[in-house]
């Protein structure tokens, strides 16, 4: 079993609204930062946005104002997308940071197998 699982992605339409879904069967999620990140093809893997175990939220610019991030008691985070444009396309993923906020992937201590998510006409 992954130690995270992302849900949610598919296919829609520039304009749409999207909400990823990531759960985790590992415990050190109650005190631990939780980001998603995506990967364009042919692209480098990229930071969307992280939250604290107290709450505090990080965007990347790209997807400030469209993109709302959570997380709730039973260690499942979302991301909200809004607006979406065929630029969000990629494969989004789930990662966990024991070491708190980063937008490097490098400091990530695990990770989802990521979903997809295609904006297209």
């Known amino acids: 079993q992954a130690d995270l699982m992302e849900s949610g992605g598919g296919v829609v339409r520039p304009g749409s609204s999207l909400t990823l879904t990531c759960t985790t069967s590992i415990r050190i999620y109650s005190s631990s930062f939780v980001a998603w990140f995506r990967q364009a093809a042919g692209k480098a893997r990229e930071f969307v946005a992280g939250?604290?175990?107290?709450?505090?939220k990080y965007y990347a610019d790209s997807v400030k104002g469209r993109a709302t991030i959570s997380r709730d008691s039973a260690w499942t985070t979302y991301l909200e997308m809004n607006t979406l444009k065929p630029e969000d396309t990629a494969i989004y993923f789930c990662?966990?940071?024991?070491?708190?906020?980063?937008?490097?992937?490098?400091?990530?201590?695990?990770w989802g197998q990521g979903t997809q998510v295609t904006v297209s006409p």
């Open positions: 990662a966990v940071s024991r070491r708190g906020y980063s937008t490097d992937s490098r400091e990530y201590n695990y």
């Open positions: 939250i604290r175990p107290n709450g505090n």
